[in-house]
């Protein structure tokens, strides 16, 4: 049976609205949230990633404690879309969280700061959210968006020069998680895996000296991996505390 141009149009704009639909139909997941106490409203920098004071103040100290998210570890830097379910209390799109800690609560997927859980509610109406304690909340991945950061790479301060290196990575954007990182290793001429130490922290005593080579393996949400490559990211005179601009970004 033959098909008219007519059905053709139409099973092509299908086809060529399908990413788009697909990208615009992820569902919502059903939990609860709660929050925790802290002086400024902000965020903690001794949160179990090992974000330090960007764990307080990344995306304007909205941020968040997971538990089943966090993945040992994998989780940490990814943003969500969580909004609160008390019609008369809450926005309709609520706000986006940051992964920056670990942390169990009544049977809640998110600890929030309480600068985050404010902004579930309507204006005006944050006492009366804050009064519940715990609330039921939908929530799903989004890309994290930082129009105006490339990808960090931050020399943790427990690092020891030369004998010991600690990174964790900052600005981390889009929806992909970080599997691996390693560093080339020029006496061997190989790439030499780094250790998952804890949260987004990764380490290696003995590193190469000179320079760092480093690459890390992205995983994306549908399966796929890859490995980016960054040449003398780091200089060979590094120093804990210090954080190194890699000129580059994730987009995907």
Request: net charge neutral; charged share 20%.
């Amino acid at each position: 049976m033959g098909f008219s141009p007519s059905h053709y149009s139409c099973f092509l704009c299908v086809i060529m609205l399908l990413p788009l639909l697909c990208k615009c139909q992820d569902t919502f997941t059903y939990s609860r949230a709660t929050y925790y106490g802290s002086p400024d409203c902000l965020g903690t920098p001794t949160g179990a990633c090992g974000f330090g004071e960007y764990g307080r103040n990344v995306n304007g100290g909205k941020v968040g404690a997971v538990s089943r998210l966090y993945r040992n570890g994998t989780g940490c830097g990814a943003c969500y879309q969580v909004r609160c379910k008390i019609p008369n209390l809450c926005t309709e799109d609520g706000m986006r969280v940051v992964v920056t800690d670990h942390g169990e609560g009544d049977h809640t997927d998110f600890i929030l700061s309480p600068r985050g859980f404010s902004m579930l509610a309507l204006p005006n109406m944050a006492a009366d959210l804050f009064a519940y304690g715990v609330v039921g909340i939908e929530y799903r991945r989004v890309p994290c968006q930082y129009p105006n950061s490339n990808l960090l790479f931050k020399v943790h301060e427990h690092s020891r020069f030369p004998d010991y290196l600690a990174l964790v990575m900052l600005y981390q954007a889009g929806l992909s998680d970080i599997t691996a990182v390693e560093i080339w290793q020029a006496d061997c001429q190989e790439w030499k895996g780094m250790r998952k130490s804890y949260g987004a922290v990764w380490d290696m005593a003995d590193p190469p000296k000179g320079g760092v080579n480093l690459r890390f393996q992205v995983s994306g949400r549908g399966g796929g991996q890859k490995w980016v490559l960054l040449r003398d990211l780091i200089p060979a005179d590094w120093k804990p505390g210090f954080s190194y601009d890699s000129a580059f970004q994730l987009d995907d």
